[in-house]
Structure formats: structure tokens, C-alpha cells
């Protein structure tokens, strides 16, 4: 009875372990379930023209392009990109101009699942009015 009981306790443990590491394994498999989307970007440019860089980290989903659109931009259009911590430009690229309001542009491809992206921006040519712009972007 002993011998019966003390069997069926050690397959109990063994079965408990396959399940806890089929769990972890199944949690811890990088994979493609990552998926990117739109999230909004808006902020307010210097009048003088400047370039602003954004304190705010936004980490890309998934590997793969990084586009914006706005629906408003300031006076005279908007330069804006994405820089990585070091403060170079996503994919190697420079800023894009907006001018034209809801139409995407490509800032980057092939970018990384996990990359760190700082918003840069300035007004296309200073002015003493019109600084803000309100967007999208798809990272």
C-alpha cells in the first residue's frame, strides 16, 4: 500500500513540473503576437524654429515600419521623426515635412520589437503663430 501510494505521489510531482515548465516555456517564447498600432502624438513647437526632442519613450511593437499622419500642423508645416535613445534617426533617415494634413508618410522600416523612440520635431519655418499639431503614429 505504502509502495502504491508513495508511486502515484511521485508521478503527481512529475506531472505538476511538466505542467509549470509547459507554462513557462509557453510565456516566455518570443514569437510574432506582437502588434503594432496607431497612438497619438501632439505637442507644441518653439516659434523660433528649434528642433524639440521628446522626453517621452515610446517602444516599438513588433518589427516593421514606423509611419505618422497628422490632422493638424503649425504655420508653414511640420518636420518630424523618431530618434533612437542615442539620438540617431530611426532607419538611418532624416525627418519628413508635413504639410499635407491626413496622409502618412514612412519614417522608418525594419525596426525592431522593443526599440526605444523619442519624438523630434520644429516648425518648418518660425513664425509667432500657429504651433501645435495633433496626429497619429503607427509604431
Known amino acids: 500500500m505504502q509502495n502504491t501510494r508513495s508511486r502515484l505521489l511521485k508521478r503527481a510531482r512529475v506531472a505538476i ?4 515548465a ?9 514569437g510574432t503576437a506582437w502588434a503594432a498600432g496607431w497612438h497619438a502624438v501632439e505637442g507644441s513647437c518653439y516659434s523660433n524654429g528649434s528642433w ?12 516593421g515600419n514606423v509611419t505618422a ?13 523618431y530618434t533612437y535613445t542615442n539620438g540617431s534617426w530611426i532607419g538611418g533617415s ?42 497619429s503614429s503607427y509604431y
Open 17 to 20: 513540473v511538466a505542467a509549470a
Open 22 to 30: 509547459a507554462f513557462a516555456l509557453l510565456f516566455t517564447t518570443p
Open 52 to 63: 524639440y526632442r521628446s522626453d517621452v519613450k515610446r517602444i516599438k511593437s513588433g518589427d
Open 69 to 81: 499622419k497628422f490632422s493638424q500642423v503649425s504655420n508653414g508645416g511640420l518636420n518630424f521623426g
Open 94 to 135: 532624416s525627418p519628413k515635412v508635413f504639410k499635407t494634413l491626413n496622409t502618412s508618410q514612412l519614417l522608418g522600416s525594419n525596426i525592431y520589437n522593443g526599440s526605444a523612440l523619442y519624438a523630434k520635431f520644429s516648425k518648418v519655418t518660425a513664425s509667432s503663430y500657429g504651433h501645435d499639431f495633433v496626429g
